[in-house]
């Protein structure tokens, strides 16, 4: 019975790859074009909206599931919280199309956000050293609606590099494959198995010099969203276990990228809601670094973060804050002199 249900998810995961892999490629033929412009990393028009292919991988992939497993319990509010992850989809095809306002844009995500926590729950507790903190419902809830706002933003400005964010998800939700496997989350397992063979189905188009086919918003904004709530369904999972920085840590490099960026900007008194080219990478990749290697030196700080999750999580590393916080400090030291040292070159040339 083992081996026989073992056949039948490697057929899911097979149908989420070529689902993706083929979309993907139409895409990158009859896809909405992308012109450079002022801040942009590439030159010309290449089409976007290649998310399509991610977006298509979870619909037929999630009728295979329901199909060949009617019996598998997943978490409490599973289904909702998919037909929210296909809102966001839709939202993301139309900001590609259109180009939404940031305001309009932000608040519908959050409207999204907040029904994804309501399908979920809210985390209760917050662990502290050896002795969980309670948390109100409130607080709760926002800290998990803020949380996947947080994410799904940054998959979305992180994804301007060639097979940067597929590169750095990719590892981060194999890492999660990990800890479900560890936790005995199904929800967990399902999701983040799923969201690698979508990404590994989309990166043959994109891990390239030349890519031939962006994510486009309907994908970044989903691959964050699906990373988010697969967190949160790993908490809601596991309420013993202190798996609430498992998240976090994953994709640490994005967010400290992200974040830092938001700081540096705010100290120059700039528009934060004004687009923009002044994220790390993208530095980088005007100081003359390529694509490829620009999204493997991030993946490569994805590499060490999820190494250390998956055998922190045998090792009860997680439970103990200075790990976490020896991660935090050597990437904002990695962003910082990185920064420094494109920034006096910038001044001398």
Known sequence: MLAQNLWLWIQVAALAFFASLA???????AGLGDASDGRSAHRGVIPTSGGLGIIASFGLSLCGVAFLFPSLSLGAGFAP????????????????????????????MLLICGAAVWS???PETLPFLN??????????????LLWIFVVMN???????????MGLSMIIANFALFGVGLISGSPTTLLLSALTFMALLGFLPYNLRQKA??????????????????TVLFLIAETPEKTFHLVGPILILPILVD????????VRKRENILQAHNSHLYQRLIQSGRGHLAVGGFYALGALICANVVVI??????LDRIHVPLILVGASVTAYILISRILDDRRSKN
């Open 154 to 164: 940054a998959v979305n400005f992180i994804d301007g590099a060639n097979g940067l």
């Open 131 to 144: 002795t969980p903190i309670a948390l109100h419902p409130i607080i709760g809830f926002g800290g998990a």
């Open 212 to 229: 031939r086919v962006f994510s486009g918003d309907i994908g970044s904004l989903s691959v964050g969203f699906l990373f988010a709530v």
């Open 258 to 265: 992200v974040l830092l960026t938001l700081v540096r900007r």
């Open 120 to 122: 979920i729950g809210p």
């Open 23 to 29: 979309v993907t490629g139409f895409m990158s033929m």
């Open 312 to 317: 922190g999580s045998t090792k009860g590393w």
């Open 81 to 108: 919280v998919m037909a929210l992850l296909f809102a966001i989809g839709v939202l993301g095809l139309v900001d590609d199309s259109l180009t939404l306002g940031p305001k309009l844009k932000f608040g519908l």
